[in-house]
């Protein structure tokens, strides 16, 4: 038997699908020559400082800098997982499974759960991995046949510990050090982040370069000509390649000299017609997907984003998406060929879908360890309305690189006065869409400015002119799209538009950046969760306290773009073998030290002051007779840290099941009476009724369940 650990129950099923598997037992799916269990993503996680010293329950200045000569690992708090982890050590140690394989997601992460789980167990039979981008029956028993030895993946677990010690060490002892000098009350922390604060500084930049800007004004000078047909066409007044002028008194002279009825006659001294093609935008990886969908529909995030795009992933609908590539490998063309013959059909533009092999698809030279994002040649046969969209951006995508290159036709023409005390020119630019091709796949309208059909010399007369007054803008704040631009390429070659430059893809495949592609939205989110920044419809700012930790805390290499952005390089590079991973985490050790007695020197600021929560009591607790209050989960004992358990939890599965939830004044009349009647309440058939509920202790045992009348035959 060979025994196959997936990092989720998901994925696992895929497998058995692909196997044929059909019986599932508690924890694992059976059959074939194969066992498949599965993880909850990290079942391990590694000890809380308190857990190496029970003095760290306590924060104190002089407990820190605090780094564990070892460090260790610990299951999961939830049962489930204590559970699933018995269940995984049980079929390792079966004497008849002779060889394990992992199957975990191919990247950091996923090496990292797989081997914390694996080599806990201390196995004495051979591991392999199996590196998986997506989950279709083919790849899968593809997959299979192409195992390799577990070890060969060292550095990519070297770089997972690397990732994932550092980020402890860092924010254990800077988050630590930075609330005890800079906070007044406790409650919550003053997080501190080796990817959080340069992501931070990015916004933070931005909000201070919009409140520095100074207005400007200036001026422009447009015109209209007739030809000598009747046609029309306006130009704009150049002198000099500039076409905004500061000083409105330059151009009122022009304008009043062409307000002279003698100096109308003008003459066309230069026309260019170019014919231009027009690529569509590469694949997606996970950056270039976040902002477009994040950019295009409201109430998005690239949190959201991500997580849609992993359910369709574990679906087998598309290919992994925490990816920084825009190009596929070559070996996939035969892949990309089948999907597209499978997708294409039906399209009212299929005959105009032909496979190529392009090498603007198709490029080992510009692929980091996963291929860009698209479809597999599994259709979805449902989707949800969130999924739809993630899916027909990523299917619209691939459709596109086989589509004819769209086409048009750009016009310049240069105007100069005949007569008139006029030393600029008029330019004028025209566009004409003349082929489709890829835009037709999204409808993707093109604005065209059609002009009048005119010859070289030929004479045209100014029939109107308008002087026109204009102030310059502040840039916008940041939105999701533009942080994850900034964030993926540490800000190198940021200002190239859709199309990425050589420059761009050159930064992210060095690994150049902050954060990583699965890492960056939660970066994002936590911000806003901590605190540090808020939004305004689409747009990202900091807040007050995230201004002020940003102009206080003293450590600035840690907003450094560029410090963050070598920190990330590395982890790329210990991947890659070029740097050894004690290297780095001794510098992450002796810079945090340092850290630390830096802070710990800094005059005491307070940055934040935490109020004390006062919680409203809602009645006596039935079991102790200390207030109820409540919680954000539910409504329960206050006494809790001394081991009460009466709790009403807010999506208690009684009042679920009757789609309604325990409201505070519910639970008032509940404590107060013994009882409350609750108005509303649905039937399994879907009839309204009322009904008097009580919730009653079991005798021998501090559990409660609910009770339920009906008014009719209460009494009293």
Not at 99 to 121: K, P, V
Not at 279 to 285: G, S
Request: overall charge positive; charged content about 30%; some cysteine.
């Amino acid at each position: 038997m060979k025994l196959i650990l997936t990092e989720k129950p998901s994925v696992a099923k895929n497998i058995a699908d692909a196997l044929n598997i059909k019986t599932k037992k508690d924890g694992y799916f059976e059959g074939n020559g194969y066992i498949i269990t599965w993880a909850f993503g990290h079942l391990l996680e590694l000890y809380d400082a308190k857990d190496y010293d029970p003095k760290m329950k306590t924060w104190r200045m002089e407990y820190f800098p605090f780094i564990p000569s070892n460090f260790q690992y610990k299951v999961k708090g939830d049962f489930g997982a204590k559970k699933q982890l018995q269940i995984i050590r049980q079929l390792i140690q079966r004497p008849d499974i002779e060889m394990i394989i992992s199957a975990c997601d191919y990247d950091r992460e996923g090496q990292l759960i797989g081997d914390t789980i694996i080599y806990r167990m201390k196995p004495a039979k051979p591991v392999f991995r199996m590196l998986q981008n997506e989950w279709t029956q083919e790849e899968v028993l593809k997959g299979l046949r192409n195992l390799i030895p577990n070890t060969n993946l060292r550095p990519l677990l070297d770089a997972g510990i690397c990732r994932q010690w550092a980020d402890w060490v860092i924010g254990i002892n800077l988050t630590s050090v930075t609330t005890l000098k800079y906070q007044k009350g406790s409650g919550s922390a003053l997080n501190i982040g080796r990817v959080l604060l340069p992501t931070l500084k990015i916004i933070y930049d931005r909000d201070k370069e919009i409140e520095n800007f100074v207005p400007e004004n200036y001026f422009k000078l447009e015109a209209t000509f007739q030809t000598c047909d009747g046609g029309m066409y306006e130009g704009t007044y150049h002198e000099k390649g500039e076409e905004k002028f500061k000083d409105r008194q330059t151009l009122e002279q022009i304008r009043q000299s062409l307000a002279d009825p003698q100096a109308r006659k003008a003459r066309i001294i230069d026309k260019t017609v170019e014919r231009k093609k027009e690529y569509p935008p590469y694949l997606f990886n996970l950056t270039n997907l976040q902002g477009y969908i994040t950019g295009k529909y409201k109430g998005w995030t690239s949190d959201k984003v991500l997580k849609v795009a992993q359910s369709l992933y574990e679906k087998k609908y598309i290919t992994y998406p925490r990816t920084a590539s825009v190009v596929l490998e070559e070996s996939l063309e035969d892949k990309a060929k089948k999907v597209l013959e499978t997708l294409k059909k039906g399209l009212p533009y299929e005959e105009e879908i032909v496979f190529a092999k392009k090498k603007r698809v198709f490029d080992n030279s510009k692929v980091e360890s996963h291929s860009a994002i698209i479809p597999t040649y599994v259709k979805p046969s449902s989707l949800s309305k969130d999924e739809a969209i993630v899916y027909d951006a990523i299917k619209n995508r691939f459709i596109m690189q086989f589509m004819p290159l769209a086409e048009h036709e750009e016009t310049k023409i240069v105007t100069k006065m005949e007569h008139a005390d006029v030393h600029g020119i008029f330019i004028t630019k025209g566009r004409v869409q003349l082929v489709e091709g890829w835009r037709k796949v999204e409808n993707i309208e093109s604005k065209d400015t059609i002009l009048p059909n005119v010859s070289l010399h030929e004479e045209v007369e100014i029939v109107d002119h308008e002087l026109t007054s204009h102030v310059t803008k502040p840039p916008k704040h940041h939105t999701e799209k533009t942080l994850l631009k900034v964030m993926e390429t540490c800000g190198k070659g940021i200002g190239s538009g859709e199309q990425e430059s050589e420059e761009i893809m050159a930064n992210v495949l060095s690994g150049f950046s902050i954060g990583t592609p699965a890492t960056r939205a939660e970066t994002i989110k936590k911000l806003k969760t901590v605190g540090y920044i808020t939004t305004k419809n689409k747009y990202l700012m900091c807040t007050e306290l995230g201004r002020r930790l940003v102009e206080t805390f003293p450590v600035k290499e840690l907003f450094d773009l560029e410090f963050t952005g070598r920190l990330e390089k590395t982890l790329a590079d210990i991947e890659k073998q070029k740097f050894h991973r004690d290297r780095f985490l001794q510098f992450i050790f002796d810079f945090t030290k340092k850290t630390v007695h830096i802070i710990q020197q800094e005059e005491e600021i307070i940055l934040n002051k935490v109020e004390k929560k006062t919680f409203e009591p809602l009645g006596k607790c039935p079991l102790c007779g200390n207030p109820v209050i409540e919680g954000q989960k539910g409504f329960g004992c206050s006494n809790w840290k001394s081991g009460c358990k009466f709790v009403i939890w807010k999506n208690d599965k009684f009042f679920a099941s009757m789609k309604k939830k325990p409201t505070k004044t519910m639970v008032k009349q509940l404590l107060k009476n013994g009882k409350v009647l609750v108005k509303g309440l649905t039937s399994k058939k879907g009839n309204k009724f009322d009904a008097i509920l009580r919730y009653e202790k079991h005798p021998d045992q501090d559990l409660f369940s609910w009770k339920m009348e009906f008014p009719d035959a209460h009494k009293g």
